[in-house]
């Protein structure tokens, strides 16, 4: 061993004080407790009713909605279940707006890149306690940018990819949120 490489003990002790003080101070990596720190252990099953769509796009509310519910189903830390009866917690949402903007063009003036923009407002209900609100946010926003290859003639086929894998990752998003407690 050479000298340069042993840790010299000032150095051993700091690093050890600082990793004592990021685990008191209430550092994690995520997805390592906070589902288990803002829900209650006995919480095993969610209920996600259909999204209220409050715009214009046809179907959007089905493809979130169905998003958010294979996001739970992933993780596999709650049971999805049909019907209120059955459920711990109440996941509610409703799409309050959508907007799909260009964002780039090309030389021809034609959209090669768009953001889609969704602003939603979500509940999270404990059903097992009178429907008490858990978690809130009446202006959910996620916006997210889609390329377009101009040089294909299926737009609207390339929009509607967009859309569902924008759902996922609305979906992701909203789910991590939920389990972090934000």
């Known amino acids: 061993m050479t000298r340069g490489s042993r840790l010299q003990p000032a ?5 050890l004080l600082l990793v004592l003080l990021l685990n008191g101070c209430g550092y994690a990596l995520l997805g390592t407790g906070g589902a288990s720190n803002f829900l209650p252990p006995s919480v095993k099953s ?3 009713p259909a999204f209220v ?3 214009t796009r046809v179907e959007l509310e089905q493809r979130v909605t169905q998003a958010v519910a ?5 993780r596999g830390r709650l049971r999805l279940v049909t019907g209120p009866q059955n459920a711990d917690v109440i996941l509610r949402g409703s799409i309050d707006s959508f907007g799909i903007f260009p964002i780039a063009v090309n030389a021809q003036a034609r959209a090669t890149q768009y953001q889609i923009s969704i602003t939603a407002k979500i509940e999270l ?3 097992r306690n009178e429907d008490k609100i858990l978690w809130k946010n009446d202006q959910y926003r996620f916006s997210e940018n889609y390329d377009v290859d101009v040089t294909t003639g299926d737009t609207f086929d390339q929009e509607t990819r967009a859309i ?3 759902a ?5 998003s909203l789910v991590a949120n939920l389990f972090e407690g934000f």
């Not at 294979?70 to 992933?74: G, L, N, R």
Request: glycine share 4%; net charge negative; with cysteine.
């Open 164 to 166: 569902n894998a924008i």
């Open 168 to 172: 996922v990752r609305f979906a992701q």
């Open 125 to 127: 209900l404990d059903h």
């Open 53 to 55: 769509n409050k715009t």
């Open 70 to 74: 294979d996001e739970f189903v992933s």
């Open 46 to 48: 969610i209920e996600v």
């Open 11 to 15: 150095a051993g002790r700091s690093c």
